[in-house]
């Protein structure tokens, strides 16, 4: 059975195909949040200028976004502060990059406790599937790995990132950041 599922992985398929329905095909663009910005600050486009977002107006999408590119650039403990500032924590998205961001520090039974909140929010949250197996391949445990590479691809992800990206990390042992 490994062997077959070594090939399955192995085959090449339409990972990282553009439209998928995901929104991490690719890491986030670079912004002045990142460039300009100190600490958990975000800039704000309507303002021009860096704001704490728990002060600020902007909306879920664009501090969701500041995460994502606070997380990319390795900037975890500010994605948190970033996180902390969403006024709905339990919004499976949210929940997801609570555990990503664990994961990247190395807390993995913190990064699973809000994967699997984000799954029981949202089954089908292949996101969250994707990001906790690769945490299971860091940990060296490739048959929890490819139990979540599974649910993704029952969940109808077949193709998307986030199962091309397990699937690589499953073959290779590499992981990504965003």
């Keep these: 059975m490994r062997l077959v599922l070594a090939l399955a992985l192995s085959l090449p398929g339409l990972a990282f195909a553009a439209g998928s329905g995901d929104d991490n095909t690719s890491p986030p663009s670079t912004t002045k949040t990142t460039q300009s910005c100190k600490g958990a600050q975000v800039w704000d486009e309507k303002t021009k200028k860096c704001v704490n ?33 969403m006024p709905d924590q339990g919004d499976d998205r949210v929940l997801t990059y609570w555990g990503f961001t664990h994961r990247k520090m190395g807390d993995t039974d913190q990064a699973n406790r809000y994967y699997r909140q984000a799954i029981a929010k949202n089954p089908d949250n292949i996101l969250a599937r994707s990001y906790m197996g690769q945490g299971f391949v860091e940990a060296g445990d490739l048959d929890a790995a490819i139990a979540q590479w599974r649910a993704i691809k029952a969940a109808g992800g077949e193709g998307s990132w986030a199962e091309a990206s397990l699937r690589e990390a499953i073959r290779s042992g590499t992981t990504y950041s965003y």
């Excluded at 977002?53 to 902007?58: H, Y």
């Design 53 to 85: 977002p728990q002060d600020s107006r902007l909306d879920s999408d664009t501090l969701y976004g500041a995460v994502r590119e606070l997380a990319y650039a390795g900037r975890y403990r500010d994605a948190q502060a970033v996180l902390a500032a």
